[in-house]
């Protein structure tokens, strides 16, 4: 029954991306409770549903009708309604909509609940054998033109393990794209259909990747590719760039600690030694007051 006396929940329900004994028991009761399902595929989720033997009434919620169907959720939810929100794989708000509505409802003062579960993302990483302490998601390229070659210029950098969604029909695109931004010797694993029947993980170097999809297998299914981020180099800076260096961020305005604390990540050295260089360096002047 709708409590109209208080502003409902909305709850972000991870989903299975394949293998639907992902779903979780929470998921299962909080589709049950809710009053309604909101959607990015209604006819996806009534399969879900279907297989569970969950009724309940569904409506969209996809990236075409965010912002008009986003207000009529809200408003659901401030008369007392609780919403579940479920895209058609994994967990909503990552590459699937989600983040608008949950935006909203933190304004209008609603709460949202995570109903974790799976998602590509983490599933492929935890498995591919690279460094997970920090990982970057970039989810899908943008497709073409300057957005795309300045997400590849800045990915070419990324020291940490990266994740990306692909579409199978982009994906030797993608790989050839990778390659000449980043290295064809770079190192990734491709996952495959995870949790599904034909699950797989094909690692390798990138030059590998693309011949291997290329010439012998034609990419099919759900691609998430986990690429080892770049291994930094440590150009030694002469001592004179690196007092410049501080020099330049004490100008800035940052304290000597938090100029050290900067140059020394920058420049991948220890904090120590940058500190003792920066305390040799003199005050800044402060700037003149013109008239
Ligand atoms: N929200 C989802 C999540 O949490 O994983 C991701 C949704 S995004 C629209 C869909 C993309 O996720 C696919 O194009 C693919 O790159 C990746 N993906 C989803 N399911 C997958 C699977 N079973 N195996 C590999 N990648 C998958």
């Known amino acids: 029954m709708v409590d109209a006396t208080k502003p409902g929940i909305l709850y972000l329900v991870g989903t299975p991306i394949g293998n639907l004994e992902d779903i979780t028991f929470r998921a299962l009761r909080i589709l049950r409770e809710v009053d309604l399902i909101a959607a990015e595929d209604t006819r996806h989720t009534g399969k879900l549903l279907h297989h569970f033997q969950i009724q309940k009434p569904q409506i969209s919620y996809h990236e075409h009708n965010l912002k008009q169907r986003g207000?009529?959720?809200?408003?659901?939810?401030l008369q007392g309604e609780n919403i579940a929100l479920v895209t058609d794989a994994g967990t909503p708000g990552i590459a699937d909509p989600g983040t608008a509505i949950v935006q909203s409802c933190i304004e209008a003062g609603i709460t949202v609940v995570p109903i974790p579960g799976p998602s590509a993302a983490i599933a492929a990483l935890t498995v591919a054998g690279l460094p997970t302490e920090?990982?970057?998601?970039?989810?899908?390229?943008?497709?073409?033109?300057?957005?795309?070659?300045?997400?590849?210029?800045?990915?070419?950098?990324?020291?940490?393990t990266i994740i990306l969604y692909e579409a199978p029909h982009r994906l030797v695109q993608t790989l050839e794209d990778l390659g000449e931004n980043l290295d064809n010797q770079r190192h990734l694993v491709i996952a495959r259909e995870l949790t599904k029947l034909h699950e797989e993980f094909w690692r390798g170097s990138?030059?590998?990747?693309?011949?291997?999809?290329?010439?012998?297998?034609?990419?099919?299914?759900?691609?998430?590719?986990?690429?080892?981020?770049?291994?930094?180099?440590?150009e030694p800076l002469s001592e004179e760039a690196l007092k410049s260096e501080l020099e330049n961020l004490l100008k800035q305005g940052m304290s000597r600690s938090q100029a050290t604390q900067h140059l020394s990540q920058a420049a991948a050295l220890p904090r120590r030694q940058i500190y003792q260089l920066a305390l040799t360096i003199p005050d800044p002047e402060p700037p003149s007051e013109s008239n």
């Open 71 to 77: 207000d009529q959720l809200v408003a659901k939810l």
């Open 134 to 160: 920090r990982f970057v998601f970039e989810g899908f390229l943008p497709s073409k033109g300057k957005p795309r070659r300045e997400r590849l210029q800045a990915i070419a950098t990324e020291t940490r």
């Open 206 to 234: 990138i030059g590998q990747a693309i011949s291997h999809y290329q010439l012998d297998t034609k990419p099919q299914g759900e691609f998430t590719l986990i690429i080892a981020g770049k291994t930094p180099t440590h």
